[in-house]
């Protein structure tokens, strides 16, 4: 058996055997769906202004910041659909062998893909809140037909429910994170570099709690060699279905 197999054998035998498996995503298990990182080379700052998701700015001129948020995160993110690593974590939660996914993608691919227990961490482009009365919305293409968009109830000025720079964690998200991770006894890390803080404290919180750190990235994190337990090296929208298969055949083989 390579080295490769091995490692995929004892994630699986890990997860079989846990009682709470939770996973934890980064913007790496988007790339294979097109959406790039927001940082480095290719990152969407290289290719666009950050100053869009400035809080004061968007109340100075909203529809200016509107403009290139639509153009980022509804025209562009809207074209992306959920990749192999996406529907192999929903093939895990239908299968009983994933309780939820803690994310800090905004781009609403874990629930386009099945998963019905998403934490999103930083919010998600899926919805749109006034910012006057406070009331989401789930987000509609007629809604942005002219920016910026107003609520139907109080002709306030909508802005994604996600969070902008400097904006705190919504508060319900931040519990249940926290909840997940001290809950967990397998710990499931995909495609972050674990940088962002407070979400880079989450898989402490887990591993400080007990959990078996299981990481999917190609390169290593700040994880990868102070906290991780099984490293699988690699991108997401591979390894996941390696892993899925595996746990079906150890799955097919028990009975
Ligand atoms: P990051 O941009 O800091 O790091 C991306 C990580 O993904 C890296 O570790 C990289 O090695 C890894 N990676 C690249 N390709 C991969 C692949 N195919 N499979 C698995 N891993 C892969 O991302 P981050 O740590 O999540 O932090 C960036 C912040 O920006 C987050 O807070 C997130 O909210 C936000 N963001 C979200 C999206 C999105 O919604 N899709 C996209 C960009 C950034």
């Not at 100053?51 to 025209?75: G, H, M, T, V």
């Not at 904006?167 to 931040?174: R, T």
């Not at 999917?216 to 990868?224: G, Q």
């Not at 699988?232 to 595996?246: N, R, S």
């Amino acid at each position: 058996m390579s080295e490769y197999q091995k490692l995929l054998d004892k994630a699986a035998q890990v997860i079989l055997n846990a009682h709470h498996t939770t996973a934890f995503t980064g913007a790496g298990i988007s790339v294979e769906s097109g959406i790039p990182p927001f940082r480095g080379k290719d990152g969407l700052w290289s290719r666009y202004d950050p100053n869009c998701l400035d809080l004061d700015a968007f109340y100075r001129n909203p529809e200016k910041s509107w403009k290139l948020i639509n153009e980022i995160f509804y025209d562009f993110f809207g074209k992306a659909h959920p990749n192999p690593g996406h529907e192999s974590l929903a093939i895990l939660e239908k299968m009983g062998y994933l309780h939820a996914v803690i994310t800090q993608n905004i781009d609403n691919l874990h629930r386009l893909a099945g998963n019905k227990q998403v934490i999103e961490f930083h919010g998600t482009s899926g919805r749109l809140k006034c910012t006057q009365c406070h009331q989401t919305v789930i987000y509609q293409p007629e809604y942005l037909s002219t920016l910026p968009p107003q609520c139907k109830q109080c002709g306030g000025i909508l802005k994604p429910d996600f969070i902008f720079f400097g904006e705190a964690i919504p508060l319900d998200a931040y519990h249940d994170a926290m909840h997940e991770a001290k809950t967990a006894d397998v710990f499931l890390v995909i495609g972050t570099t674990g940088e962002v803080y407070p979400a880079s404290t989450i898989p402490w919180q887990a591993k400080t709690h007990g959990a078996v750190m299981i990481e999917i990235n190609p390169e290593s994190s700040s994880y990868t060699h102070s906290m991780t337990d099984i490293y699988l090296k690699g991108k997401a929208g591979e390894m996941l279905p390696a892993l899925v298969e595996t746990i079906k055949n150890h799955v097919s083989s028990e009975h």
